[in-house]
């Protein structure tokens, strides 16, 4: 996927002012931001901490001996009868699910829903190989027939109105017109459902790999993750190297707060381990299973700074809590991932220069970190960046020749309270109704303020005068 996030000035511009996109996206994030706390604290706050804390420790210690945790991961799956392929970045790894397909005479894929493959851009590889493949989460499958990307980690169209897919389903689809939210549902479903039972490959993501069994730890709710994973006789999963988890307990423990942190349930309706291809014996899954552990820029994370963003479970619940997030959407942010953690891993994986406005995104107001299940202190890194983009030379002419004045200006008393004295005076003079060039951004949709005519510091001396003089005569 092409990367278009130093785009995002304008493309946010433009999402402020659709209508559409700003009922169904605040629509879906508000309903998504209050399932998700009336399902974290269910049985109370201190006990949603808890899971919080439980969780982010073991994201922190699987991040700690990753190395070796991939390692014990590749043997167990290897055991199991797993074929473990390694990819450097996203042609590898559709380089690999191409040379599986010819391996196994592939013309048909069925895909469940996968961030990394929207990372690697496997479906355009699939179809330039000729060989036809359909997205079968019924959001996947909307933004493939509209020719979209997904705009929400766990909801791709989430920017979407019922009467917009309805419209796409009757003009890609030949359904007949319904507003009925369950007739369109099965609609897809028996659409899908042929296609499952046709397809030669399925191909996955993975939410987690347990690393003491070599298992493939997938959670969904439409069930069609299942049928991708069981049905074709191949299997393929393409699964980011940051997602393995030590035990099953973790893994068990993980379930618990991804759902309620991304769509508000206790449980998916759908939570699998997949140990390998069929045994010997058993009447269905998939001949041959092949896990593909994608790098794709995540090594280079792991070193830097940067790391604690690894361990994130891709749950959506910093989307939908960012008051950024709630009016521009997500295809503004112009890459896969989009909202805060996708300020922040943008940047990392992309390139910074590529995607500069991005860690610029966000009022600091430090939701994120509050809501994220494994505590990634989003609002530091997205600083940090800040700081990169300065050191880079990429702050803009007038944020340096302003913060060198301002370092001048306030690096000695008397300069600061001069300072403070013209500017106040030349602003309550003047009152401009708007500040002039870069500062206007400011004032375009507030008022501009009024100065106090004395400031703080002569309040605090004239109250300390008086109390020294009261003191006196007392
Ligand atoms: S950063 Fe945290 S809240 Fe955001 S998607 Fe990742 S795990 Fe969820």
């Not at 000035?9 to 309903?31: C, E, K, R, Y």
């Not at 493959?117 to 027939?145: F, M, P, R």
């Not at 959670?219 to 393929?236: D, M, Y």
């Amino acid at each position: 996927m092409k990367v278009q996030s130093n785009n995002f000035i304008p493309a946010a511009q433009i999402a402020i002012h659709d209508v559409d996109l700003q009922t169904a996206v605040s629509f879906g994030t508000n309903s998504g931001f209050t399932k998700r706390q009336a399902a974290m604290f269910a049985q109370g706050e201190a006990h949603g901490q808890a899971l919080r804390q439980q969780a982010a420790a073991i994201k922190r210690h699987a991040l700690n001996h990753l190395p070796d945790l991939l390692e014990q991961a590749e043997a167990n799956m290897q055991a199991n009868g797993i074929q473990v392929l390694w990819a450097i970045d996203g042609d590898e790894a559709n380089q690999h699910v191409l040379d599986i397909a010819r391996r196994h005479n592939v013309r048909s894929v069925v895909k469940s829903k996968s961030m990394v493959t929207e990372e690697t851009g496997l479906n355009h590889a699939l179809e330039a190989a000729d060989i036809a493949v359909l997205e079968t989460d019924l959001g996947e499958y909307i933004i493939q027939i509209g020719d979209e990307t997904p705009s929400h980690i766990v909801a791709p169209i989430v920017h979407k109105t019922k009467e917009s897919i309805r419209d796409l389903l009757v003009a890609k689809a030949n359904m007949p017109p319904t507003d009925d939210p369950g007739e369109m549902t099965q609609f897809a479903r028996q659409l899908l459902r042929e296609r499952f039972l046709a397809a030669d490959m399925g191909v996955s993501g993975g939410n987690f790999i347990v690393a003491e069994t070599g298992s493939i730890g997938l959670v969904s709710n439409e069930g069609n993750a299942r049928l991708t994973t069981s049905l074709p006789r191949v299997h393929v999963a393409l699964v980011g190297i940051e997602k393995i988890v030590p035990t099953v307990v973790d893994y068990a423990l993980l379930t618990q707060v991804l759902p309620r942190s991304a769509t508000g349930q206790a449980m998916t309706v759908y939570t699998s381990l997949i140990n390998g291809p069929r045994q010997p014996g058993e009447t269905d899954g998939p001949e041959h299973v092949y896990v593909i552990l994608v790098d794709n820029g995540r090594s280079h994370i792991y070193t830097t700074a940067y790391a604690e963003a690894l361990a994130c479970i891709r749950c959506g619940a910093c989307l939908n809590g960012c008051p950024v997030y709630q009016v521009t959407g997500g295809h503004a942010y112009g890459w896969v991932y989009p909202g805060p953690i996708g300020a922040v891993i943008t940047p990392l994986l992309t390139g910074l220069e590529n995607a500069s406005p991005l860690p610029y995104a966000s009022s600091l107001c430090g939701m994120c970190k509050e809501v994220c299940p494994v505590d990634i202190d989003i609002p530091r890194m997205l600083l940090d960046l800040r700081h990169d983009l300065v050191e880079m030379g990429q702050g803009g002419t007038v944020w340096h020749v302003g913060m060198r004045a301002w370092a001048w200006g306030n690096s000695a008393p008397g300069r600061f309270v001069f300072g403070g004295k013209v500017a106040a005076r030349a602003a309550n003079w003047l009152k401009p109704k708007s500040l002039p060039g870069p500062l206007g951004g400011w004032t375009k949709y507030r008022n501009t303020p009024k100065f106090a005519p004395k400031s703080f510091r002569q309040l605090w001396q004239e109250r300390e005068q008086e109390r020294k003089g009261e003191g006196v005569k007392g």
